[in-house]
């Protein structure tokens, strides 16, 4: 039985929390978890971990005087302490204008985050789902390594002015790369569920035991712009970076991509491939993410972007109040739709650009594009022709996910993605594969 | 022996060699943690308990880490306090090697019956993986065993300073730099850890440590009138250490506000750069990054052995046996160190999470690898080149988790590049031997590959250099390297007197992914014929 803590039990720690409360209004947060984490390496396990832990926050307003303090001991004397430690902080820091208040009881969407499957999963089955991958590699003299982690949880809000809510969920992650005995090839495949019994390491393994094989002795091609067909991992990556910057605030403030020259922000305003949709939606099955965020406010249906156009940004409670709209919430799941283009249309249809397999350390140049740079691996091959070629180099690039979805030639069926590079646990990711035009790579890497 | 005769205050190896200046305060990156009280059951008996459990259930080897660990942190922007919070977590870890097969299991609930329980799921999962194991692990002996304790030396308990002049620094500086004509947000942290870290194993080890760490960092921005462009300035000089509270009053954040703004709008009107070829001259507030990321990951001895492929990467060091010895890194006066003892560097300990009191040795000797990074199942795998050597096997004590509920692996110590083993060459002599150059000060943006041949980096602050003298400032600045090629560029290192150590609380490794804190010595450094690409696209 997965070892987190229940409604019930997170009811009565959150109320017992408050009752200690002296301050004018204070909120609880409390996490739980019940975890678990397999690696594997030269096609054997390396490290494993198995860890149950939870955390209650409080934060204490006095008046607007406002401040936090967390523990993970929830006995009467712990919770005192912690209660008591954020009402003398609240009593030393300046007022805070920007402090809304605590929330009264919402309505939250339905969904069901919690699949037995993962909940339940135990040592063995873990190891059969990471033997059918290290056994394929074996049989070929290849090297496999990868990393399977789980876990059952639960999120709990609970305020002085009656709100609480709670929620369960299961979440898995499973990656690996396969790497030729030499060293000259490498080849990675990946994704994330929320019901364990979805996941076939089996197929994984076998599509990264292949792009190893042919990722064999890659040869080098100029950097430069180029046409590009890219897996579905590579357009969330990218994507997510533009997720992350959806900020009305920073917007509002000037410091944006989603700044308005002049003043405001770009809602209503076209900035990409009238093909994109972006959407939001944690009463969808297919995007499951937490139904309230870290205030216990609703989170609902948000549609970002429409036929290419910013229909909405990120509003914190304080900031919507400010600019007299609805705050926006924080669903943390999201979905691109596509088309209807195969993979291998894109191919068939490219003369001549570059398969991309997977991104790599992919971090921020400037802001004020969302420019990024960040490598590829584990599979980039030349297209030539409408067919692969032959492998290539990895190459580092300098782009933008603005300027590569103005650049779209064609769209595919979206799917649900590792969308965290250290493949750690995230909310539903579901993008299509993409075919690009002049996307920038600016040197070559040597790295396999 | 008593407790007394192993304490272990860090020596002062690296004398006249303090860590003085610079870090990076990446946004997002300093993950709070929690400290306190410690936990009030008997640490003896709790650690007795599971290693017996463990013990009667089969294990050849276990070891438990049990610990506290207490956060604070201060966030500022403009005159608002965005947050202050408090976070306290304790509990304990039990990892296990039975025949050859790692377990490994944690939990909050810090009990004799739980770290019974877990010891024995720890053994479990141990059995359950056992049957895929093809090489079994081996532990390099211990040198050290008994009882030891070892604490941070900080002048000043952050937790006894009271929070209001925490909060009142922090609105000084934003208050200073918002006074600067053309900044439009001042933002400003900081942060304090105390980690109370106690560690048993079935080879006799029982050591118990207290470990400090401090950040605190202003963030910059200016806005152009026409909101056609923003630029953003750190403290990038700032780097987080193994300090106390002195660390804030040291860093002065509100006499140096000003100029941090001030750099920010000259940004505005800066010269982009024309891409092309340049001299770098490079200060330590930038430098230790680029040590860190292009000489401390790919000497990782784990990566070299491709146990991180799936995520951190392997190493151009394709093969240990083949490297060590012969490859030239870089030119001889390049020495690089692996230590865990310089005062107040963030990597600085008593013992490591394999109970292991970690030693000084040369990475990178006269310019050739001469050693990697190890822990005590890792040692075994150089026994040929120790062998060789005349060394005994033993591991480096680098072997680190990043709290009770991780499993410790190997983690780098502080990485140092040494200053010019001769003389004591300034920063000046080095830019005089410059025609066409950029003088960068501050990391910024960095990115490498998986095996670290191909990293590109931006910084905070760039300077053109034109025969041999500073002149204005220039933007959009990024350079990018092939590691051996970079290194084997640098023409000339600075001396002693400009040496400094830099860091950050949020070096990430593993999967789950780990964040460690870490630290590198370097002084001022000279390359030749680097190539530069401006950033600043716009379509």
């Known amino acids: 039985m997965a070892n987190f803590i229940s409604r019930e039990e997170a009811q009565r720690i959150v109320e017992r929390a408050l009752s200690f409360s002296q301050a004018d209004q204070a909120r609880v947060n409390l996490s739980s978890s019940d975890t678990g984490n397999t690696r594997f390496a030269q096609n054997q ?70 699949f037995e499957s993962t909940g339940e999963l135990a040592p063995d089955r873990r190891a059969q789902a990471i033997a059918a991958v290290t056994e394929q590699a074996a049989a070929r003299n290849l090297i496999s390594t990868g990393f399977l982690i789980h876990e059952a949880a639960s999120d709990a809000v609970g305020t002085s002015e009656g709100l609480f809510a709670y929620g369960t969920r299961t979440r898995a992650n499973f990656t690996t790369t396969v790497r030729t005995a030499d060293g000259t090839g490498s080849g990675w495949a990946g994704t994330s569920t929320h019901d364990f019994d979805d996941l ?22 100029e950097p430069g712009r180029w046409t590009v067909v890219m897996e579905p991992t590579t357009v969330g990556n990218m994507v997510g970076l533009m997720m992350n910057q959806l900020s009305a605030r920073s917007a509002d403030e000037g410091r944006s991509f989603f700044s308005a020259t002049g003043g405001g922000n770009k809602i209503g305003e076209q900035f990409v491939d009238s093909r994109v949709n972006i959407f939001s939606d944690p009463g969808d099955p297919r995007i499951l993410s937490p139904t309230f965020d870290g205030e216990g406010l609703p989170n609902r249906r948000m549609v970002w972007v ?143 | 022996m008593n407790r007394r005769e192993f304490v272990r205050h860090s020596a002062v190896a690296a004398a006249g060699l303090g860590v003085a200046g610079h870090s990076n305060l990446v946004h997002g990156i300093l993950v709070p943690t929690s400290v306190g009280r410690g936990i009030d059951q008997d640490r003896d008996a709790l650690a007795s308990a599971a290693l017996n459990a463990a013990r009667s259930a089969g294990a050849d080897y276990a070891d438990i880490r049990i610990s506290t660990t207490r ?91 009271p929070i209001e002049e925490k909060v009142e620094v922090l609105l000084a500086a934003n208050e200073a730099a918002l006074a600067v004509s053309g900044v439009a947000f001042a933002n400003s942290s900081m942060g304090f850890i105390r980690d109370l870290k106690f560690f048993a194993s079935t080879d006799d080890v029982i050591t118990d440590q207290t470990v400090y760490r401090a950040t605190c960092g202003v963030n910059v921005t200016a806005v152009s009138p026409d909101r056609s462009d923003f630029q953003s300035r750190s403290s990038a000089e700032v780097a987080p250490a193994g300090r106390g509270y002195e660390l804030v009053t040291r860093a002065d954040l509100v006499g140096e506000a000003p100029r941090w703004a001030e750099e920010a709008v000259q940004k505005l009107s800066a010269t982009p750069v024309q891409p092309g070829r340049y001299d770098l001259v490079l200060r330590p ?145 080095i830019v005089e031997g410059v025609e066409n150059g950029i003088l960068i000060d501050g990391s910024g943006s960095f990115s490498i590959d998986q095996q670290r041949y191909n990293a590109q980096f931006g910084g905070q602050v760039f300077y053109e250099i034109r025969n041999g003298r500073v002149t204005g400032q220039l933007k959009d600045v990024a350079y990018q390297i092939r590691t051996p090629e970079f290194w084997s560029s640098m023409d000339l290192i600075g001396g002693p007197s400009t040496y400094e150590f830099g860091g950050t609380f949020g070096d990430g490794k593993g999967q789950p992914s780990q964040s460690n804190s870490i630290s590198h010595g370097c002084p001022v450094t000279r390359h030749r014929d680097v190539t530069v690409i401006n950033t600043g696209r716009r379509a």
């Open chain 2, 285 to 429: 507030s930038h430098l230790w990054l680029t040590v860190h990321e292009s000489i401390a990951h790919p000497t990782e001895l784990d990566r070299i052995m491709g146990f991180e492929a799936n995520y951190a990467g392997t190493s151009f060091i394709s093969s240990a046996e083949e490297f060590l010895g012969s490859f030239r890194y870089g030119p001889e006066i390049m020495n690089v160190q692996g230590e865990r003892t310089t005062q107040n560097a963030l990597s600085t300990i008593g013992w490591d999470d394999d109970g292991v009191q970690p030693d000084d040795y040369l990475i990178v000797k006269d310019g050739v690898l001469n050693d990697l990074q190890t822990t005590r199942e890792q040692a075994p795998w150089l026994a040929d080149w120790y062998g060789s050597q005349g060394l005994p096997v033993r591991s480096h004590g680098n072997c680190q988790a990043q709290s009770w509920e991780d499993v410790q692996f190997q983690r780098m110590p502080n990485v140092n590049l040494l200053p010019h083993p001769d003389r004591d060459v300034s920063e000046e002599e």
């Open chain 2, 71 to 161: 956060t604070q942190f201060v966030a500022t922007r403009e005159q608002i306090v965005a947050g202050v919070s408090d976070s306290e977590t304790s509990g304990f870890g039990v990892r296990v090697l039975v025949d050859g097969t790692w377990g490994f299991a944690a939990s909050r609930d810090v009990t004799q019956s739980e770290v019974v329980r877990v010891a024995r799921v720890a053994v479990e999962q141990a059995r359950a993986n056992r049957a895929a194991q093809r090489r079994p692990v081996e532990l390099a002996p211990v040198d050290w065993t008994g009882r030891g304790t070892w604490s941070t030396p900080i002048d000043v308990d952050p937790y006894d300073v």
């Open chain 1, 200 to 221: 076939d390491t089996r197929a994984l393994g076998a599509r990264a035991v292949e792009k190893a094989m042919r990722s064999q002795s890659p040869r080098a091609v």
């Open chain 1, 306 to 448: 429409e036929d290419g156009e910013l229909r909405n940004l990120n509003y914190s409670r304080y900031w919507a109040q400010r600019q007299s709209v609805e705050p926006s919430g924080f669903p943390s799941g999201w979905y691109m739709s596509g088309g209807d283009s195969t993979m291998d249309d894109m191919i068939a249809s490219t003369e001549r650009g570059l398969l991309l397999t997977r991104f790599w350390y992919i971090r921020g140049v400037d802001p004020r594009t969302i420019l990024f740079t960040g490598l590829t691996r584990d599979g980039t091959f030349l297209i030539e022709n409408g067919e692969i070629s032959h492998p290539v180099k990895n190459f580092r690039w300098n782009e933008s996910p603005i300027f590569m979805l103005n650049n779209i030639e064609m769209m595919g069926e979206p799917v649900r993605i590792s969308a965290s590079e250290s493949s750690g646990l995230t909310d539903a990711v579901v993008v299509p594969p993409l075919k690009v035009r002049d996307f920038t790579f600016t040197s070559l890497s040597d790295a396999i």
């Open chain 1, 45 to 114: 396990m390396s490290t494993s971990g198995d860890a149950t832990n939870a955390n209650l926050s409080i934060t204490s307003a006095l008046g607007t005087r406002v401040a936090s303090a967390t523990t993970n001991i929830f006995t009467d004397d712990a919770l005192r302490r912690v209660v008591e430690t954020s009402e003398q902080l609240a009593r030393l820091v300046p007022e805070n204008e920007e402090y809304v208040g605590e929330l009264g009881p919402q309505t939250y969407p339905e969904n069901d985050q919690y």
